[in-house]
């Protein structure tokens, strides 16, 4: 009997945390679309880069960026240097690099 109530157990367990891993969740490709959106859109970015947290986009015209956004969405830092924005976003930023890239038909270097 012991066996069978730990194995209950157990399953329980793991139920709730798969429950509580999920609603945690947010929706990734959503948020990664607003921030594209944010930068102006795709037609706006020229080239990304990304190293460890941060993200560097260099923009045809970077008043089309909605920096206090990018900041609401998470971003602890941002940085404008010319036309290019330092974006210092977290682990999201190799992300973004990525579906930016695939936005616009480019190989990830």
Known sequence: MDNIELIIITVIILVVLLAVLKIGK???HLELNKLVEYLGGKDNIIETESNLSRFKVTLKDVSKANK??????GAKGIVEIDNEL???????SKQLKKYINNLQGKQMK
């Not at 206090?68 to 969405?73: P, Q, R, S």
């Not at 330092?86 to 999201?92: V, Y």
Request: proline share 6%; hydrophobic share 45%.
């Open 26 to 28: 947010k929706d990734v």
């Open 68 to 73: 206090e956004a990018i900041t609401k969405m």
């Open 86 to 92: 330092k974006i210092i976003l977290g682990p999201e």
